[in-house]
């Protein structure tokens, strides 16, 4: 290994005044909004243990920082270069190099920050270490975030659900949250270079900006706990522990939402929690009207092997789950051919950010060439965790253990040592 002993970078004359802004604000930002912060718990713990979050996957330039310094490692080479806290730096890409203030990088680089072990990336702060890796096949790379379990569950907890509701729900939260990273980390980590996301494609994570005390006490509290259920086979198995904001007065089975095999601690079950808690625009939510053809467009633009019954000229819900939640609709084409979504997929594909048709359970009302879904129940897709039931149900003086076995029914809960995080489900 070839090490810069006491290398300290110093950043050089930028001629492009961008550069020089991105850095200001950066200086800025770390100046003013710089506290106190607790060590990141589990620094220690095995490396293969971690999650790996991807923060941003198309770069070609960000501003990285940290206040206490931190070592930068071309994990080709082993090489090294030190850095101090507080000078922010950028980032960019130069065909498959990396540059880095005065230094060039191959490929890929480690940055470790020093104790509390936090940076800043585009000036958002996450526990840690950060990879930023070249992209093969064109000049971008993406950024990702290396962090412990626990501490990563620091900055997903408070961004999933309102720090300020009860400690049991937010037990419960944590212990959803652990176990579903675990699930897909073991299912589809080691198929890619990362294990989850930052957005709503996994779990909604925000580092630093998401944790409070209450937060960091209820990860802690929980520390270890995931859920499992034994298979086919009779092994104990972690579940996909799926969640949503309120489910409409009954979670809706798993297979009916996402297909594949049934999964009995994913059955749905009835829920009278969440209508008193729930605001009442995500519990009742408003109609939605759209034209046909719109429904016709968005649906062959997803699926393009629609096509073959394009246009489609009416659709009707076929299949009901709980609370008449939309299974299965069938698309009809003018040519009189048929095709048949999922009802997840069909809200999801007319309205992808799913703040307008809120959840599956609507009811149809077609007036010429415009239809509108109305009489809406629920916001999300209603399987797992009812989050507003769950803050429902501590209000009422129960347990997280309560709640999860309330919504998770036949699952088990226990408690692993950071060796079997690595297990695949």
Not at 2 to 18: C, V
Not at 282 to 294: A, D, E, F, H, I
């Amino acid at each position: 290994m070839r090490t810069y002993k006491q290398s300290i970078h110093r950043p050089p004359a930028y001629q492009n005044l961008a550069l020089w802004a991105c850095v200001i604000c950066m200086m800025s930002a770390a100046g003013c909004r710089h506290r106190p912060v607790e060590t990141t718990p589990g620094i220690d713990s095995p490396r293969q243990t971690w999650v790996r979050v991807l923060l941003f996957g198309n770069l070609r330039m960000c501003t990285v920082a940290s206040m206490s310094g931190f070592e930068i490692e071309d994990t080709a080479s082993g090489t090294l270069a030190n850095f101090r806290g507080n000078e922010p730096f950028v980032v960019q890409i130069s065909g498959r190099t990396l540059v880095i203030g005065e230094h060039r990088f191959d490929g890929e680089v480690l940055i470790r920050p020093r104790e509390p072990f936090v940076f800043r990336i585009n000036d958002k702060p996450y526990r840690g270490h950060l990879r930023l890796r070249v992209n093969e096949s064109e000049p971008v790379f993406e950024a990702v975030n290396l962090v412990p379990l626990e501490s990563y569950l620091f900055g997903v907890v408070g961004a999933e659900m309102p720090s300020y509701w009860e400690p049991e729900a937010l037990k419960a939260q944590a212990v959803a949250s652990r176990t579903y990273c675990l699930f897909i980390k073991g299912r589809l980590g080691q198929r890619r270079s990362w294990d989850v996301t930052q957005s709503e494609s996994s779990q909604v994570y925000r580092g630093l900006d998401a944790e409070t005390q209450t937060v960091r006490a209820a990860v802690l509290a929980t520390a270890g706990e995931v859920l499992v259920a034994p298979s086919a086979e009779g092994r104990e198995l972690i579940i996909p522990t799926y969640y949503s904001s309120s489910c409409g007065g009954h979670t809706e089975a798993a297979g009916n939402v996402f297909g594949g095999e049934k999964i009995a601690s994913l059955r749905g079950v009835q829920c009278g929690y969440c209508v008193g808690v729930a605001r009442r625009g995500n519990y009742y939510w408003k109609p939605v009207t759209m034209t046909l053809r719109q429904v016709s467009e968005k649906l062959i633009q997803r699926y393009p092997t629609l096509e073959k019954i394009e246009p489609i000229v009416n659709f009707k819900v076929t299949k009901l789950g709980y609370k008449s939640r939309a299974v299965r609709v069938t698309l009809i084409g003018k040519n009189g051919a048929t095709d048949t979504v999922r009802g997840e997929d069909f809200r999801l594909t007319l309205d992808p950010t799913g703040r307008k048709i809120k959840s599956a359970i609507f009811t149809v009302e077609k007036k010429g060439n415009r239809v509108s879904f109305q009489n809406g129940l629920g916001f999300g897709h209603g399987v797992g965790l009812c989050q507003c039931g769950a803050q429902g149900m501590a209000r009422k003086g129960k347990t997280y253990r309560d709640i999860l076995s309330y919504y998770y029914p036949d699952s088990k809960r226990v408690t692993i040592a950071p060796a079997e995080t690595t297990t695949e489900p």
